[in-house]
């Protein structure tokens, strides 16, 4: 059964670099697309970008400029960096699979991550 | 880029009732790109609908989900306790992904 785990700093200073890995188990990384998604506490989902297997990145228009997202396919692992972090990017990070046989649907969840910006 | 709008923001019902969810999106989304989701308070969202009316795995014949084009909608045919959740719907296109803002269902 695959599982997803999200790693990282629960606490990031203004202006810092925020960084999670999700640690895939449980299955092959190496196929379908890996996403993030984070959620404000109190508001909805916002996407903020997916990688495919091969290494090909989709961002989130608004989020591009700060966002990059990378995999390991040898630790069946990718990451998310998020730069120039301000309060707004306080939120619960999710890491998921959008996977072919959903028609790119998140199917498979980790269980999120908070994570606060303040100094 | 692709905005998606979900009405209403709360919709107040009692179990044993039927809801109907709307998503409204800014321009066509492709049919086979649309999806639904429920996040219960705490938890991790859930996938409910993929292809805009395929069940995800282990998801009640309850829920149901149509639409083309613009508007898309889910439907609880009848709503039981654990149903009272919020509600997503997401789509793909372009490379691109994104969500609604969602339809709280609360009970009445």
């Known amino acids: 059964q695959l599982q997803l785990q999200e790693s990282g700093p629960g606490l990031v200073k203004p202006s810092e670099t925020l960084s999670l890995t999700c640690t895939v188990s449980g299955g092959s990384i190496s196929s379908d697309y890996w996403g993030w998604i984070r959620q404000p506490p109190g508001k909805g989902l916002e996407w903020i970008g997916n990688i495919y297997y091969s290494g090909s990145t989709y961002y989130n228009p608004s989020l591009k400029s700060r966002v990059t997202i990378s995999v390991d396919t040898s630790k069946t692992q990718f990451s998310l960096k998020v730069n120039s972090v301000t309060a707004a990017d306080t939120a619960v990070y999710y890491c998921a699979r959008a996977a072919a046989t959903v028609r790119r649907a998140f199917d498979v969840w980790g269980q999120g991550t908070m994570v606060t910006v303040s100094s | 880029e692709i905005v998606l709008t979900q009405s209403p923001g709360t919709l107040s019902l009692s179990p044993g009732e039927r809801a109907t969810l709307s998503c409204r999106a800014s321009?066509?989304?492709?049919?086979?790109?649309l999806a639904w989701y429920q996040q219960k308070s705490g938890q991790t969202p859930r996938l409910l609908i993929y292809g805009a009316s395929s069940r995800a795995t282990g998801i009640p014949d309850r829920f149901s989900g149509s639409g083309s084009g613009t508007d898309f909608t889910l439907t609880i045919s009848r709503l039981e306790p654990e149903d009272f959740a919020v509600y997503y719907c997401?789509?793909?296109?372009?490379?691109?992904w994104g969500f609604g803002q969602g339809t709280k269902v609360e009970i009445k």
């Open positions: 997401q789509h793909y296109g372009s490379s691109v």
């Open positions: 321009q066509s989304v492709s049919s086979s790109y």
